[in-house]
């Protein structure tokens, strides 16, 4: 059996056809956090991921590990190796989402379903993941999305055949109980104060991805406050006007794409709250949408941005770079102007349409705003009262 490789990203990057104007360092404040550790054994975790008690974040990112890897992490454990600790969330009583470790977890959850995913079914499963809350067993069982997963540990360089090549979960035989009961030890951390938010977490999981693959700050976002809210921003997000208006086919592989919406509407809805940084901004934005957002609230969004797509149809794409970039600022105050009586008013109707010339306008008149300093207060303010008097 050939070694997998790790899937190809998937979507665009984002370092080239955005301006960065939005990822920034943030000033912390100082919280009161617990962190206690626990050693489970495995087949207690692969309980409480089977159950939901543990929540494999949807939208965090893929799977990414190829059979290889995995099958290194499953021999560790079965050789009584010690494996890196596991970072969780706790969200309330006996409920918890990864902070760290999501590949190491899936691998072991994969490998007791006997199945492994897929490489050019990850995002597909991530979406099913998020609509369900789980893997479905029929999904697990269509070999559409999985493969049998069959430990892959092949002898290099003369070596002895690994005695737990070609072994899956039900073939371990007396080995079986001991990975059951091997332990993983899981630290979970709890923020006590501030109660107002959970921003600490934010915080934990930039600094504990910083040693691996940095993850960007919407890709953190979208783990901590994953919600119906945004749930509704990826099915915005698929939209082939949206993507048209972007420039951009494909989804981005660092949700650039999402986070621009989010600050969108963060914009539209809470533009009065904003203080900086903008990356705070979008972290306490997206925290009152989890706790706050009612199914009208969010379907209200979804209306709002449906009707702003029909009333700017006529706009060339081109008129939101600045500098042959898409720019945030720009598109952020036309979906201001156009959309605010439409939330003020909670009516989706009165999403006034725009032309081509007018959103040229407003690029000429926010020129001036983007010299620098473009997320003080006294920017983002001038831009948006700017934005509604130019069109």
């Known amino acids: 059996m050939a070694s997998e490789v790790d899937p190809p990203a998937e979507g665009v990057g984002s370092e080239t056809w955005m301006e960065d104007d939005i990822q920034e360092d943030v000033q912390i404040a100082e919280y009161d956090i617990t962190s206690s550790p626990n ?27 190829d059979r290889a890897r ?26 918890f989402s990864i902070l760290d470790g999501q590949q190491r977890l899936m691998s072991l959850y994969f490998f007791m379903k006997k199945r492994f995913p897929k490489k050019d ?6 979406e099913i993941y998020a609509e369900n809350g789980l893997y479905p067993a029929h999904i ?10 069959n430990l892959y540990l092949p002898a290099r360089g003369g070596e002895d055949v ?27 951390i709890k923020q006590n104060e501030p109660k107002s938010d959970n921003s600490s977490v934010f915080e934990i999981f930039d600094r504990l991805n910083t040693g691996g693959v940095n993850l960007k700050p919407q890709e953190i976002r979208s783990n901590l406050y994953y919600s119906k809210f945004y749930s509704a921003l990826y099915e915005m997000n698929k939209d082939e006007r949206w993507r048209r208006v972007l420039g951009q086919p494909e989804r981005d592989v660092n949700l650039r794409d999402v986070e621009l919406l989010l600050r969108s509407f963060a914009m539209l809805i809470s533009a009065g709250k904003y203080k900086p940084s903008m990356a705070r901004f979008l972290n306490v934005f997206s925290s009152e949408a989890k706790k706050n957002f009612s199914e009208e609230d969010v379907m209200l969004c979804k209306n709002i941005f449906e009707n702003f797509l029909d009333r700017t149809s006529a706009v060339d794409p081109n008129s939101y770079k600045l500098s042959d970039r898409f720019s945030v600022g720009v598109f952020e105050a ?18 006034k349409p725009l032309s081509n010339d007018q959103i040229q306008n407003l690029s000429n008149v926010l020129r001036p705003y983007f ?21």
């Open 39 to 65: 050693d489970f054994n495995v087949i207690t975790i692969n309980s409480f991921l089977d159950s939901g008690a543990i929540l494999i974040p949807p939208y965090q990112r893929n799977y990414t590990w």
């Open 70 to 95: 995995a099958s290194k992490l499953i021999e560790s454990l079965l050789l009584g190796l010690p494996v890196p600790q596991i970072f969780l969330y706790e969200e309330a009583r006996n409920k």
């Open 121 to 126: 079914k990850r995002m597909e499963l991530r």
């Open 140 to 149: 697990i069982a269509n070999d559409e999305y999985f493969s049998p997963f």
């Open 162 to 188: 690994n005695k737990f090549d070609g072994k899956n979960y039900d073939t371990l035989e007396e080995y079986q109980s001991s990975l059951n009961l091997r332990t993983i030890r899981c630290v979970i």
């Open 334 to 351: 036309a979906m201001y102007a156009s959309a605010k009586t439409a939330w003020n008013d909670r009516d989706a109707d009165l999403v």
């Open 371 to 391: 010299q620098g300093g473009t997320s003080r207060t006294e920017n983002v303010t001038s831009r948006l009262i700017a934005a509604s008097g130019a069109i």
